[in-house]
């Protein structure tokens, strides 16, 4: 297949193109131009440089797009450390940033055969940006990606655990509850309950109305106990997630007007994603405010009426008690180094008016 690849360095850049392509291959909310937009603005981690990498067929028509960022010191999951010392004095060129655990290769169905071309104009960029390690973190084992991926060059890596639930299997919350045994469900009504008669109020916000300030006081709170509270960077995590407009909601807990769990969901067309959490466990004694925020999270998804709800990473002992479903994540990165040196990418030019 005769291809042409392409960089663009601002989603603003890219026409409507872009946004047809991510529609057309089902990419997950982290692929869709305001979480984009939203990192380019407020980066929720250091970004050397940005490239959104496209490549045309012959006739000009978009096959394949993906974002890659540019970085040096930022591997919060040691995956660089602990499997490509020798990239670590270097930058890398990645795909997608740390914040996404659903690393896709956005392309049109049935055009599956570019992913060698999109590969080749992702390592030509590292190349030519003076990269030493390109490639995509973060993508689900078991899907045909990663066989392509691996037939492409890259090396595969097996680094982190990613959940999620079919909600299409379990078509209510109520027929959810009856999939667990009996303790974990029992512990899950009795703190769903135990609030209630605490006069719980939960609501679910958008990103203009949701209150960024108390998710982000206890989203740190709850992250310093795994000493990375940085995750959520006061300032720039609010503004960042306001950026998100439609594409994320907050469910709100609170008893008496009291901020007690906060939890912020991203959404596209298909997944309900439970990105992130915070919760006060000290203004909760008779229950635990995580479980809660799981429930209410759960009953949102069923809500919104998308077929999956996504989980995230870590936590491995909650999820498999409560039925979630396990899938294998993995780094596929290659050295520019060992795989042939500079590229030919290069920026596209756009028209001056």
């Known amino acids: 297949m005769d291809t042409t690849p392409s960089v663009f360095t601002s989603i603003d850049d890219v026409g409507p193109e872009w946004d047809e392509l991510m529609t057309a291959a089902r990419a997950p909310v982290f692929y869709r131009r305001p979480f984009l937009r939203a990192f380019e603005h407020y980066p929720l981690h250091p ?17 394949s797009a993906q974002p890659a960022f540019l970085q040096r010191d930022v591997d919060p999951m040691q995956v660089i450390h602990n499997h490509y010392p020798q990239a670590l004095p270097h930058t890398s060129l990645l795909t997608h940033v740390w914040h996404c655990y659903d690393t896709v290769l956005p392309v049109r169905p049935g055009s599956e055969a570019i992913t060698p071309a999109a590969v080749d104009a992702l390592r030509a960029t590292a190349a ?35 959940w999620s639930l079919d909600l299409r299997a379990v078509d209510s919350f109520e027929t959810y509850l009856a999939t667990l045994r009996s303790k974990p ?58 950026a998100l407009g439609d594409d994320m909601c907050a469910v709100e807990l609170r008893i008496g007007g009291r901020l ?54 870590r936590n491995p ?15 596929y990165f290659g050295d520019v180094a060992a795989s042939g040196g500079a590229g030919g990418v290069q920026p596209d030019r756009l028209p001056t008016t």
């Open 128 to 162: 030519d940006w003076g990269a030493r390690l390109y490639g995509l973190a973060n993508v689900d084992a078991a899907t045909p990606l990663a066989g392509a991926l691996s037939e492409a060059g890259l090396e595969a890596v097996d680094i982190e655990i990613g």
């Open 260 to 313: 007690i769990g906060s939890s912020l969901a991203l959404v596209d067309d298909t997944r309900f994603h439970w990105w992130a959490c915070g919760v006060d466990y000290a203004a909760c004694p008779n229950f635990s405010p995580f479980y809660v925020s799981f429930g209410q999270v759960l009953r949102a998804a069923y809500a919104s009426g998308r077929p999956h709800l996504e989980v995230g990473r």
């Open 47 to 63: 970004v050397l440089r940005t490239a959104y990498i496209l490549v045309r067929d012959g006739n000009g028509v978009l096959q």
């Open 317 to 331: 002992i909650f999820k498999r008690r409560y039925n979630l479903t396990p899938r294998t994540l993995r780094a």
């Open 185 to 242: 469900r029992r512990n899950l009504l009795h703190d769903l309950r135990n609030a209630e008669r605490a006069g719980l109020d939960v609501r679910v916000a958008g990103a203009d109305d949701a209150d960024l300030d108390g998710f982000v006081a206890l989203a740190r709170a709850t992250a310093a106990k795994y000493d990375n509270a940085d995750y959520y960077k006061p300032g720039l995590f609010q503004d960042f997630a306001r």
